[in-house]
Each structure stands twice: as structure tokens, then as C-alpha cells.
């Protein structure tokens, strides 16, 4: 399993099914949806990403719930906007946050294809209230 730092650079997953994990960050209400840019390449247009939020749920247990399926050509581009959902469990918190991590899988990579991904932002938007 790969780490993946949003801002230090591409992260390419490659060789079958890859998949990498987020560091652990806080999210609130305010922060409904994530964002990121990718490309397949050297792809056939059959590989897809899957993207899941993991988080602790209300009972302590740690779960993860998938909110995405993306396939893309071989341009980079930006994802469309994937709401999280479990930002609303901040609500139930003392402090107003909860804390999530996104894994990011890919399936269906052929030989010498790549899927890179870049820029993961978490409510791109905030900035424009």
C-alpha cells in the first residue's frame, strides 16, 4: 500500500490493482465533498478508480464507504465533485470535526498502463462563502 501526501506531487498506481490511503485528516459539516485530478495513462479507458472514505462511525468501530467510481481518458482532468456523507458525523462530535482518510483503488490497469492521481482537495469550495 502506497501513502499519499495531497501536495507533494503525482502519485501513480500502477501494476494491476494499486491502491493508496490518505493520511488521516478532520473534516466538519462545512466540508461536504472532495476533489481530485487524474489520468489514465497509456490506458485503454478500462481501468477505473474507486474511492472510499474511511472513518469511525458513532459506535467506535472504524469503516470505510465507497463514494466513488471514476473512469477518465488519458488527459488530466479534474473528478466531478464526490460528496462524503460522513461529514455529518462531525455534528455529533464535541469539537465539531470528525476525523477520515480516503483510499484510492484501481482496477483493471492492463501491462504499462498508469493511473495517476494529483491534487486531492477536500471541499474545494470553502473559500468562495
Request: with cysteine.
Amino acid at each position: 500500500m502506497t501513502h499519499f501526501t495531497p501536495g507533494a506531487g503525482s502519485l501513480l498506481l500502477a501494476k494491476g490493482d494499486s491502491e493508496a490511503v490518505t493520511p488521516v485528516m478532520c473534516v466538519s459539516v462545512d466540508n461536504p465533498s472532495l476533489r481530485l485530478f487524474l489520468a489514465d495513462r497509456g490506458g485503454n479507458g478500462k481501468a477505473n478508480l474507486q474511492v472510499k472514505v474511511i472513518y469511525e462511525g458513532l459506535d467506535g468501530h472504524v469503516r470505510n464507504l465507497p463514494v466513488a467510481n471514476l473512469r477518465v481518458d488519458d488527459q488530466w482532468q479534474p473528478s466531478v465533485v464526490i460528496p462524503i456523507g460522513v461529514n455529518l458525523l462531525a455534528a455529533a462530535s464535541a469539537n465539531g470535526w470528525t476525523p477520515v482518510a480516503f483510499d484510492f483503488k484501481v482496477h483493471g490497469l492492463q501491462k504499462d498502463e498508469t493511473f495517476a492521481l494529483d491534487g486531492v482537495y477536500v471541499d474545494p469550495w470553502a473559500s468562495r462563502n
